[in-house]
Nanobody
Framework: QVQLVQSGGGLVQPGGSLRLTCTAS????????MGWYRQAPGKKQEEREL?????????????HYAESVKDRFTITKDNTQNTVYLQMDSLKPEDTAVYYC??????????????WGQGTQVTVSS
């Protein structure tokens, strides 16, 4: 069993900052990649947008960012804690969405799988 637990988010004015945190736990053998997706209001689950991703393996490349968030958002990680962070600066109203953490990893029991966090609301409004 693998769990991704998110924290952070909330309401912020345009131009403000927020930080999201996601920690993976459970029967994890190895994490390959973690990232953040967002689902804007009125969008379906299959329309979630990849915001940023980062590799947990040596030589894996990245991080990668959506064009809409480059130079404003920063994804970082702590390999020892199986944790990924998303620092969001210069937030805009169009960043309003539910943000989901994701992980591609291998478990000790079932092999490869994609896992999701519970989602965190980010609202940018004056």
């Amino acid at each position: 069993q693998v769990q991704l637990v998110q924290s952070g988010g909330g309401l912020v004015q345009p131009g403000g900052s927020l930080r999201l945190t996601c920690t993976a736990s459970g029967s994890i053998f190895s994490i390959y990649t973690m990232g953040w997706y967002r689902q804007a209001p009125g969008k379906k689950q299959e329309e979630r947008e990849l915001v940023a991703s980062i590799s947990f393996i040596r030589g894996g490349g990245g991080p990668h960012y959506a064009e809409s968030v480059k130079d404003r958002f920063t994804i970082t990680k702590d390999n020892t804690q199986n944790t990924v962070y998303l620092q969001m600066d210069s937030l805009k109203p169009e960043d309003t969405a539910v943000y989901y953490c994701s992980a591609g990893l291998i478990t000790t029991q079932t092999g490869w799988g994609d896992y999701w966090g519970q989602g965190t609301q980010v609202t940018v409004s004056s």
